[in-house]
């Protein structure tokens, strides 16, 4: 069974570019979330998708930041522009749903602002 | 608010050593408590989870991790280290009764298993 897929695993890009993060997660599961995790950190979650529907994206950066999962499997997550505090790993999970399912990782993206 | 605590940022032991991994955590509710363990440049890969029943939780890779209520800890532990056991371990808590909940990571804990 594939794991969960994200593209590109790295990105450099100059500041006020714009940037998007491709996540294809896990066949089935119908619960998918993007997290930011800081070098040394654990992750903390921007957002996280109940099928198509974000439920809770209380800590996503809306001035700058935008996420999608517009037929509830793949998922982007945008920034634009992007400013060098950006800069960190952007993961991608999944899981059935359910809060005492775990959660499945991508390997992430790196993302690099200069 | 819930939130977890890992208060060591670095764990050193040798080979063949029995390991430790202490985390913490507070919630209003029951828990859900989770271990996870990233190598470099790879995501997080799941070891173990404590949903309910028997406090001591058996993982992957030999890896196993005690709930402990009155203390509101959930430490992970191994009998016996491998050097491939050297890696970054994150302890996570979800509120069992809060389906909303979003899943909290404490600030993780690198593991170095010295041969």
């Known amino acids: 069974e594939a794991g969960v897929v994200q593209s590109p695993r790295y990105k450099i890009i100059e500041k006020k570019q714009p940037v998007a993060f491709w996540c294809n997660p896990i066949?089935?599961?119908?619960?998918l979330y993007w997290y930011l995790q800081n070098l040394g950190q654990g992750p903390e979650l921007l957002i996280r998708y109940e099928n198509e529907e974000a439920v809770d994206d209380s800590q996503l950066p809306k001035d700058r930041f935008s996420a999608e999962r517009l037929k509830g499997v793949d998922s982007t997550l945008k920034i634009q522009p992007a400013e060098l505090g950006d800069s960190a790993v952007y993961l991608c999970?999944?899981?059935?749903?359910?809060?005492?399912?775990?959660?499945?990782f991508g390997p992430g993206t790196r993302l690099t602002v200069l | 608010a819930q939130s977890v605590a890992q208060p060591e940022d670095q764990v050193n032991v040798a080979e063949g050593n029995p390991l430790t991994v202490k985390c913490t955590y507070s919630?209003?509710?029951?828990?859900?408590l989770f271990w996870y363990v990233q190598y470099p440049n790879r995501g997080l890969q799941f070891l173990l989870k404590y949903i309910t029943g028997d406090n001591l939780v058996k993982g992957s890779y030999g890896f196993e991790a005690e709930f402990n209520k009155s203390q509101t800890s959930f430490h992970l532990k191994k009998p016996s280290a491998l050097v491939s056991d050297s890696a970054l371990y994150f302890c996570a808590v979800r509120e069992r009764n809060n389906a909303g909940n979003m899943l909290t990571f404490g600030g993780g804990t690198r593991l170095m298993v010295k041969p």
């Open positions: 919630v209003s509710g029951n828990p859900y």
């Open positions: 999970a999944s899981s059935l749903g359910l809060s005492r399912n775990e959660q499945f």
């Open positions: 066949s089935g599961h119908n619960t």
